[in-house]
């Protein structure tokens, strides 16, 4: 094994210890595609993303029966953009602040689990009360199921693997168990060398499944971003026509969503019906492609003109710090909602309004999952030196 490979400083005994990457040296916030101002700006992204998919779901449950913007696959594309955001943060995560595997997966799962592992809890609560009430289904799919297999799957994000069932009346749960399939191929082709990352890359290839590969390359495109020097080479008449580029790109792609659908299905034959949310991994690509150029244009603008946004940098960090939560607990909210009979009609204030409430509660419930992830890290942290004092050093 190479020398480098070898030396640790005493504070690292247990991790595994790697030298630097070329690709993801360390980098400053300066010399970084995501600078102070364009993090604030992403940060209300996020959050526009999460609140895109509330009120998109909330016009499919028919809380709300007015007139809606005819945009059937809009909560989808919220989806992607989260993505490339998810590729293009990890990635900058990285290069700022280099680690070992062992920190990276303690850091990921401290973001993770306080939020995934409570709304799976609280949906399949939720479902229990409602049927034991006798209230009505609200869905005919597996997501309408409580199962074993769709209550112990989705702890171990093996939802939306081969043999994996969704949980209870959380179908969004599905672009968490891509998401975390990304990190951990991510954490391997990074952190590890040799033998070792052929190894723990086949294994999670093989656990994540063809639907969650299919989809890898739009997470790859945030990847792409943050390690691209000519993307961050932009100024700000380039970056405006970026920016219109991208929006415009974003716009056009719904026209290719039909072809790339019967694209999929042809190429998939017998095993179409098993694309579920992957379906539209051909024009997902094409507008994971418009997001980073949108991305690209507005780096240089945000930074060339920063005041406006460091002065909204609370209320945006504040939004942001429970989007997770939002996302993740609002269908079950929904449902819960419908079942109890909490429907607006067709009053557009009282859709607002719905939404609003539904806002509120899911930062409340925040308070005890995604705010709490310092400490979860901080357990993590000390169970895994704990465990480094015990074992033996792994060195890869």
Known sequence: MPRALRQRAPHQRGYFVRTPVPQLAPQSPDDSFITRPLSICLDLVRFGAALVVLVCHAAQAKLYAGQFPNIPL????????????????ITTSVQRRPATLTRFAIA???????????????????????????????????????????TILPLLFL???????????????????????????????VFLRGPTRIIALAVCALLAGPRILLMLPVWLVGVVLALSPPARRAGPVSGAILLVAGIAGAWLHTTFVSQGLELMQALAGPYQNQLSFSRFALSDFLLALAVATAFTGLRPLVTRWPAPWRAIARPAQLLAGFSFTLYLFHWPLLLLAKSAGLTVGTSRPGFAAAIIVMVGVCYAISLVTEQQRDRVRGWLESAAARLRRSGPVLTA
Do not use: K, M
Request: aromatic letters at 16%; hydrophobic letters at 50%.
């Open 159 to 189: 939802s939306e693997s081969p043999w994996g069932a969704g949980p209870v009346w959380n179908p969004p749960y599905w672009s968490l168990c891509y998401e975390v399939w990304y990190y951990a191929l991510f954490g391997a082709a």
């Open 108 to 150: 990921r799962a401290a973001r993770i689990l306080p939020v995934s592992i409570t709304a799976l809890a609280f949906a399949t609560l939720a479902f229990a009360v409602t049927a034991a009430l006798g209230g009505p289904a609200q869905h005919t799919d597996t997501y309408g199921e409580l199962s074993l297999r769709g």
């Open 74 to 89: 809009a909560q989808h594309y919220a989806v992607v953009v989260f993505f490339v955001l998810s590729g293009l943060v």
